[in-house]
């Protein structure tokens, strides 16, 4: 599987990235992944919750999305990431039960 991660507006740490490469690694266990891209931007705001972190995933036979906005990249990216592992696991279940 490949994982592409960009950094819009900054240049993210190594711990980030490989925190994130870790965390979607662990999306492997719920569904065949084909690809995944995780985009890290800086929003313009003035506001605390400016860090988003938008992840795109692809299975056979289908495409998720999840986003997520909080004070750090580590946050955000952990609501990003359980947002993506429910939405498989609700796949997985339709998949199942369609068996």
């Known amino acids: 599987m490949q994982i592409d991660i960009q950094a819009i507006h900054f ?28 985009y890290l931007k800086l929003e313009g705001s003035s506001s605390v919750r400016n860090k ?9 036979n289908s495409k998720h999305f999840a986003s997520a906005e909080s004070d750090t990249f580590e946050a955000a990216a952990d609501q990003a ?3 993506m592992r429910r939405q498989l696991r609700k796949q997985k279940g339709k998949v199942l039960n369609y068996n």
């Open 52 to 60: 988003l972190v938008e992840i795109k995933v692809n299975i056979p």
């Open 81 to 83: 990431i359980e947002g």
């Open 11 to 38: 240049e993210p740490k190594g711990d980030l990235i490989e925190l994130i490469e870790t965390k979607v690694e662990g999306l492997k266990k719920l569904a065949d992944l084909l690809s995944c891209e995780v």
